[in-house]
């Protein structure tokens, strides 16, 4: 291990935005401060949490004077309090990393993670890998990349998305950013979309490289969240539409992109018509009308049934080919 106290240590602006967060923001807070490197402030923006929240993140702020504890005046919707939390860091930090409220980082994320940026003036964004925690089920998330590979072009990994779906960016708590790109933008995140957390990337990724450590240093929690479960189905479907209508002629060569943009759409109308089969909650179609109106495309009753009779015709003509695509539907669809 690096021994850090021999290195300047640029300062990180850690940001936990939380909004009744109760059962695990301590755990969250203690995996911050049990990290090898020291040099962060620790902003806890609390939005309008009724359980005991504000109280945890205020007992810890009193024991500990890198911690800034924000009470919101009033509740603001996720995506939102986020952009809130994100123009509250420090303008000194170099380096921006959030952790959500229900996550943890492993105790040399900070470490690896600002060592890497250090070394490449380059790099905009660095990710690692992550252990996706389902509950009953746990695993390794963000592979795909060479091990021995650490610094990569912007562009070369947008393309690895769109071509072959190597997901590499994670929920927020998985990646470092640096800070000069976070105060360059008044909302971070983009309000209107639902693939926030991954358009900023291919934003960021025109003009930054990507590093990437090869090694577990989140731990990101999913089996609490009952809005993911209701509406992840398809989810990364959806976020492969918005993707390669907005960036994919950025990225990717004419026929490259007519190529893909057919592969996507037929993949993303099959989940639709399956969908419609299955009877999915209305908060399943709410995201799925909300992420296509930000391309703006709609999600009629005729495109849905269209999409049902297709689905339908396959599973009665085609058992083989149908069970083989749901296969490799849950296997993509397994991100979060």
């Known amino acids: 291990m690096t021994d850090h106290t021999k290195l300047p240590q640029p300062l990180v602006s850690v940001v936990t935005p939380v909004h009744n967060g109760e059962p695990y923001l301590a755990e969250c807070i203690e995996s ?97 890998h992550t252990v996706l925690d389902w509950g009953s089920t746990s695993n390794v998330f963000l592979t795909g990349l060479p091990y021995r590979k650490r ?36 909302n971070f995140y983009c309000e209107d979309s639902v693939t926030e957390d991954v358009d900023i990337f291919f934003e960021i990724l025109q003009d930054w490289n990507f590093g990437f450590v090869p090694e577990i240093l989140t731990y990101t929690r999913r089996s609490n969240d009952s809005t993911i479960s209701s509406i992840k189905p398809g989810m990364m479907d959806l976020t492969f539409m918005v993707e390669i209508e907005k960036y994919g002629r950025i990225f990717l060569n004419e026929e490259e992109f007519r190529r893909r943009r057919s592969e996507i759409r037929q993949a993303y109308h099959r989940m639709l018509g399956l969908s419609v089969l299955r009877g999915r909650s209305e908060k399943f179609w709410s995201f799925h009308r909300k992420g296509l109106g930000f391309i703006g495309q709609r999600l009629g009753p005729g495109r849905l049934a269209a999409c049902a009779a297709s689905a339908a015709a396959d599973l009665v003509f085609n058992p083989k080919s149908t069970l083989e695509g749901l296969g490799r539907w849950a296997r993509v669809n397994r991100s979060p």
């Open 151 to 186: 610094v990569f072009s912007g562009r070369d990994i947008c393309r690895l998305f769109l071509l072959e779906g190597v997901y590499v960016f994670g929920a927020p708590t998985a990646t470092l950013i640096r800070s000069s790109i976070v105060r360059s933008r008044s």
């Open 32 to 128: 911050v401060l049990a990290q090898s490197y020291g040099a962060f402030e620790y902003v806890i923006v609390n939005n309008g949490s009724t359980d005991g929240s504000l109280r945890i993140a205020e007992s810890y702020a009193r024991r500990d004077k890198r911690i800034r504890v924000i009470d919101n005046a009033r509740l603001l919707d996720q995506i939102n309090n986020h952009n809130h939390a994100l123009r509250n860091i420090s303008g000194d930090s170099r380096y921006c990393k959030v952790v959500a409220a229900d996550d943890m980082l492993l105790p040399t994320c900070l470490e690896r993670m600002v060592e890497l940026a250090e070394s490449h003036s380059s790099i905009g964004v660095v990710g690692a």
